[in-house]
């Protein structure tokens, strides 16, 4: 069986973002697991997630980031709950003025690719507000 | 058919503990040394008495943590040949309450008699790079969530970002939490910041370091070392006229990584303290004192809510009007906390236990004793806040 982040970090690297989805229970699963946490059968495939969620918190790094982060400083990272009942973890694209203020918690926020090169560095997920 | 015998129940009878801060002179293995002699000597015992150890786990080095797993404190001790099991115990933070299950177990079913409990952590001389990027391999997800540049301060900001939306605690609430545990760590003389005062206003001014966290909300670095003896009540009660015996525990393991925590302001801890309330049999306003993970401001909050020691949303409200400081209303993490005591890795959770058993004991000095402590409420929290566990100690007096 293949790494269960290649069909993750390919689809990314294609600016379309994908979560498993167990055939048996019918159930979405976030982040990618090795059998269903639901049903625990291992008829585990890829749907196309629909993008669109909820942001349920975020933090903006700005000193102290891990090794390699300093020229990513400062970056936004958000928890999205999407519209699937899953939840992962992403970056946040940054307002016209390269803060983060427009963001609130709960605010809906909308899968948006960053670039193949980007994601070929870093495998994230990238939202933005979503002024629905 | 005779009645089996009761369970021997555990009392904590002994401690020990070294000044938190910066010494990079003070050794690792010196370190859990000195601890263990001191408490074996505190609970009235010989070495030779102790035949169980439970290692808490340092990491500012694998090698050192490899010393912990492979019995080198056995031959330091001069148990070889004596002791019948060493073994580390490791849940990040929470790993202190873990441990004294753990330890509260073995005896009861008769597996231990005398067990002691070491801790030491060498975080505060160890280069701080290196241990934020050591951290990160520390419940953030490799292929999930590591690529995205997750610190662990961030962590904490995410945590009191949805705790301050939901709450509507302010920043200058938020920055109380920090002062009042330096307040209390102002009457220990084993906390980091003994010698340093704190105000509202310069934790305000400093500088943010990950959003909405400024760098006086984000906890210290230091080495410490800390023990605790554990004995059955029946030995407790020839010896000693006084020991602490553990009314009750709960826990709750709420996630992995942060990112799949479905409520970042509530965690573990309403199941987590309904279960050791109901096994205890007294409740939240029977308590003297709370000694609970703190470190991060809306760490502290969020469980003190859960605890039911602080109605939901007002926990940051209740330590700016003084309620949690010395002479408030209920005494809390009494040592300083993590924020202010320092952060000794996974032994922050270790140094708020102990403090919890010298406050029951009555040996926490005139400045900070809290007369009359009969019931503490500890909890602990490892990892990215993962699970929230609760002890609920009480004194016993022959
Ligand atoms: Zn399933």
């Known amino acids: 069986m293949a790494a269960i982040t290649e069909p993750y970090y390919e689809a990314l690297g294609r ?47 700005r000193f102290g980031a891990p090794s390699g982060f300093d020229a990513d400083t400062p970056y936004a990272l958000g928890v999205v709950r999407l519209a699937e009942d899953v939840q992962l973890l992403g970056r946040l694209w940054p307002d016209a003025d ?33 002024p629905r | 058919m005779t009645a089996p015998a009761p369970m021997a129940e555990a009392a904590f009878v002994g401690i020990a503990e070294l000044p938190s801060g910066r010494y990079p002179d003070r050794s690792f293995m010196g370190s859990l040394v000195d601890v263990a002699v001191e408490a074996v000597r505190d609970a009235g015992l010989s070495m030779t008495d102790i035949d169980t ?36 115990l490791h849940s990040g933070g929470s790993t202190s309450d873990n441990t004294v299950r753990t330890a509260a177990s073995l005896i009861a079913a008769g597996h231990a008699r005398n067990v002691l409990i070491l801790q030491a952590e060498k975080w505060g001389s160890a280069p701080v790079g290196e241990m934020i990027d050591m951290l990160t391999a520390n419940g953030i997800p490799r292929e999930w969530e590591k690529a995205s540049g997750l610190s662990f301060n961030a962590v904490g900001a995410l945590i009191a970002r949805r705790y301050m939306a939901v709450s509507g605690a302010t920043a200058e609430e938020m920055a109380s939490v920090c002062v009042a545990l330096r307040e209390w760590a102002r009457l ?49 009660r020839a010896s000693h006229e006084t020991w602490v015996r553990i009314a009750g525990s709960g826990g709750c393991v709420s996630h992995y990584s942060i990112g799949q925590e479905p409520d970042l302001a509530v965690l573990g801890w309403p199941t987590a303290s309904a279960q050791a309330y109901e096994q205890a049999g007294w409740g939240p306003g029977d308590a003297d004192i709370a000694e609970v993970y703190d470190s ?54 270790t140094a708020l236990l102990a403090e919890a058993v010298r406050q029951l004991l009555g040996r926490a000095g005139s400045a900070r004793q809290i007369e009359g402590a009969a019931r503490a409420v500890c909890g602990g929290s490892g990892g990215t806040y993962m699970d929230s566990q609760v002890l609920l100690l009480e004194r016993v007096s022959r």
């Open chain 2, 296 to 349: 991060y401001a809306a760490v502290l909050a969020i469980a003190l809510e859960g605890l039911g020691l602080a109605p939901v949303g007002d926990a940051a409200r209740m330590f700016a009007a003084g309620d949690f400081s010395p002479g408030g209303r209920l005494p809390v993490n009494t040592n300083g906390g993590l924020l202010s005591a320092g952060h000794t890795g996974v032994g922050g959770g």
């Open chain 2, 188 to 236: 220990n003389p084993n906390a980091m910041y003994r010698d340093r005062a704190l105000t509202v206003a310069q934790v305000l001014d400093s500088r943010l370091v990950s959003d909405p966290l400024r760098a006086f909300e984000c906890p210290m670095m230091a080495d410490g070392a800390v023990a605790l003896v554990l004995t059955g009540a029946e030995r407790a």
């Open chain 2, 53 to 88: 150890l439970l290692l808490i786990p340092c990491l500012h080095s694998a090698a050192d943590q490899a010393d912990l797993v492979f019995s080198r404190v056995v031959e330091e001790l001069g148990l070889a040949g004596r002791a019948k099991s060493s073994v580390m």
């Open chain 1, 15 to 61: 600016g379309r973002l994908v979560l498993q989805h167990c055939k048996a229970c019918d159930q979405a699963v976030m982040y990618p697991r090795h059998r269903c946490p639901v049903c625990h059968e291992r008829d585990l495939g890829w749907i196309s997630a629909s993008g669109r969620g909820v942001l349920l918190s975020f933090a903006v790094q």
């Open chain 1, 98 to 130: 390269g803060e983060w203020n427009a963001y609130a918690c709960d605010a809906p926020v909308e899968f948006h690719p960053a670039a193949p090169e980007e994601v070929l560095r870093r495998p994230v997920a990238w939202f933005r507000l979503n």
